[in-house]
């Protein structure tokens, strides 16, 4: 059902960021320090990719089936005939999940002025899971990786 | 395993994900809200800031046509949107996600009845902070558009006055100058800006002027000290004269210092011989250059006696040039100079492209750029040359 693609690209930075129309965005916290709930993050290389008959309803799509191996925090993730292997790695800084929220005012007359926005804190993310390896095949067969290893005999 | 059984499609989540038992799976599924989500968003920030967010003490600041900053209580942050190629898969915890709107019975079971992890959006990146200084320069600008003056002291007129443009309230500055409130509170001072029926304004200089000549003035007529004057003397004596009581003692806090006087009542003053001098400075070389010597004569004779009119008090605010064996001096203010370093540099080199480090000095001083030191200021924006090895170093442009 999906394929994962791989491409070399590095980070792309891009300058900055503007506020729109409004000048002033109050960042507001409605869970409390002590209760910010933890968000997850699985990060992979490359792109996982869904047949396309199912690629604009992506919804409840089953991706594939995490695995914690041992004792110790490593892990596979199982994507179709890709198999992952990665680590829980805790963040240097935490990130904060946060959520937009426009506030209309009361009287709405489609001023944009009017319209205020806050910004929601509504998780925290700490950890992520992080696979950083190509995919193994888990289906191979292994009369064409004996092929290729001839032809890697005969070019030497 | 029997927990696992016993949650039903949807309720792993994040949890799930964070406390995987060893040689356990769950099953990774996208959400049944799976989608772009461009109002979730990530920001990635040190330990050290969480306690100011999470107790809702940072704001957003920008117009705009600018670059958004964050602002803490007492800092400026630059928002820098950073974008990754791998796949970021954010995943909501359970409870979250009938928060978001999902319906908790989803009629879709995952086929081994194992618990799911639901990817809520694909993160294109995130944003970070990095701290910069507080743009500054327009407050100045802004409070330089309606400067206060005599003329609208004795007019009166309030309805004209209010109607006029450039006045701003603390509120307007907060949304208009990206700095946060307490360097806001700093650039304020520095400017020397009061606060008149709820805005801020700068006094006009030729207003300032007359309030010092006549305080001066007074302070003779009336054996003042001008190491002590008491409040309670200066102020009725100068609003007799038309001189609001609360401009004079901002003004005595502009020019002057509080004293700690036991002997007599009140609030006692002490003029300070830096402001005082260049205020008087500049008002003589306003807008022209002018032989040293005739400069030093004119200002000693402006300048109150018992300050003995020391040209190092000018430091910073005045360059001399030397034309064939004339000395001439000029007004250039540090305070009229950018605050960026890159453009304040580029602007010192333009009005002069050599400079002696004692002369360079009081212009780059107040330069602060988080995580460079001066000399790593200077090693950035100027070039070091020193004919000898006993020759004072001589800086030029990069």
Redesign the interface.
Known sequence: MYATSF?A?????????????I???????SC??EK?????????????EAQPSFKDR??????????????QEN?T?TVGYHELTGTKVP?K?????????KLSTEEEKGDINSTKVE?D?????R???LFKTRPKALISKPQSIEKEKVSADVSN | MEIEKSLPYGEG???A??N????????????????PH??????????KL??D????R???????????V?CTQSKTY????????????????S??SI?LGASPN?S?K?HDN?V??S?IKV?P???ELVEVAPRLDKLKLLLSENPYSFDEVSQMNIELTHKNKGLYSWSDL???VQASDEELCTGLRALAAVEIDGYWRSLDENFVDEILNMLLHNAVLNDWLLSALNEDEVLPVLEADGFPREIVRHCLGVYGSKVVDETRGGCTWRLEERPVGVHFARVILRGKKMNLERFMEEWRKKVPEGMNGSFDVLEGEVLTEKIGIETRIYAFSVSSLPSVPAERFSKLFQEKPKWEWKELQPFVRDLKVPGLSSEGLLLKYTRRSQPSADAEPIFSAR
């Open positions: 491409p690209k590095a980070n792309s930075h891009f300058p900055a960021i503007t506020l729109g129309p000048l002033e965005i109050q960042v507001k916290c409390g320090e910010c709930p933890e968000w997850a993050i699985l990060e992979l290389q490359g792109v996982v992506l919804q409840n799509l089953r991706i594939g089936t995490l695995c914690r191996l041992t004792s892990y993730f963040l800084k935490p990130m904060l999940v946060l959520k937009k929220i910004l804190v509504i998780g925290v993310i950890q992520r899971i | 989540g994040a949890e994900i964070l995987v038992q060893s040689n356990t799976s769950i099953s990774i599924a996208y959400h049944q809200l799976f989608g461009d109002d979730l968003m990530l920001l990635e920030l040190d330990e969480l306690p967010i999470l107790n809702q940072v704001t957003l600041r920008g117009q705009p046509d600018e670059d958004a964050l630059a928002i820098k949107f950073v974008g990754t190629s791998n796949s970021v898969f954010l995943i909501p915890p409870n979250l928060a989803s879709e995952d194992a799911v992890a990817v993160v990146g995130s944003m907060v949304e208009k």
